[in-house]
T-cell receptor, first 110, second 121 residues
Framework: TQLLEQSPQFLSIQEGENLTVYCNSS?????LQWYRQEPGEGPVLLVT?????EVKKLKRLTFQFGDARKDSSLHITAAQPGDTGLYLC??????????FGRGTSLIVHP | NAGVMQNPRHLVRRRGQEARLRCSPM?????VYWYRQLPEEGLKFMVY????????ESGMPKERFSAEFPKEGPSILRIQQVVRGDSAAYFC???????????????????FGQGTRLTVV
């Protein structure tokens, strides 16, 4: 079983601050996805990273895949209240079944 | 809207009743996953299906739970004789055939529905 550990579990910050959340595993993944989930809704796909060392940017969000494809990070610049939500990472290692971490719950206060 | 559709959004069942959760995948997607989510927890894999086949059901309890994805119609997750511990949010996700499209061979992107919140009273 491939396990994904996400940290921190909870994060409460003020609008305008920067933050980084992490997704780590001892397993190698063929691809890794980041999702954001809002209360009462399903997860929404933000990005997929595939190549070791890959960096992708989505407006104020920067995603990085580790060189060894075992870990990933999500950095948010100048966080806004609209960024509030549960951030989930999911990895797939050849079984075609995405395995999810427990998520980082982010609250951005106005 | 061509997204993943789940119904009902909310379902209340008494202990011992049956719960049927439906999922229509995105157009063109032939693979469906079911996940279960409890508060403060991530998504726990239950079952992975393609049309008329169960590919992996290792995350699904062997008793009372079953899933199908018929040739025609939505995927169904059935829970028989529900108990209070079955209360949770159940999410369905769909994916195109792995290795197709513009993605690499082993890239799997899953697109989720809004979930069914099951409450057992």
């Amino acid at each position: 079983t491939q396990l994904l550990e996400q940290s921190p579990q909870f994060l409460s910050i003020q609008e305008g601050e920067n933050l980084t959340v992490y997704c780590n595993s001892s397993s190698v993944f063929s691809s890794l996805q980041w999702y954001r989930q809002e209360p009462g809704e399903g997860p929404v796909l933000l990005v997929t990273v595939v190549t070791g060392g890959e960096v992708k940017k989505l407006k104020r969000l920067t995603f990085q895949f580790g060189d060894a494809r075992k870990d990933s990070s999500l950095h948010i610049t100048a966080a806004q209240p609209g960024d509030t939500g549960l951030y989930l990472c999911a990895g797939e290692g050849g079984s075609y079944i995405p395995t999810f971490g427990r998520g980082t719950s982010l609250i951005v206060h106005p | 809207n061509a997204g993943v559709m789940q119904n009902p959004r909310h379902l209340v069942r008494r202990r011992g009743q049956e719960a049927r959760l439906r999922c229509s995948p995105m157009k063109g997607h032939s693979h469906v996953y079911w996940y279960r989510q409890l508060p403060e927890e991530g998504l726990k894999f239950m079952v992975y299906l393609q049309k008329e086949n169960i590919i992996d059901e290792s995350g699904m309890p062997k008793e009372r739970f079953s899933a199908e994805f018929p040739k025609e119609g939505p995927s169904i997750l059935r829970i028989q004789q529900v108990v209070r511990g079955d209360s949770a949010a159940y999410f369905c996700a769909s994916s195109p055939l792995p290795g197709t499209g513009s993605r690499t061979q082993t890239n799997t992107e899953a697109f989720f529905g809004q979930g069914t919140r099951l409450t057992v009273v």
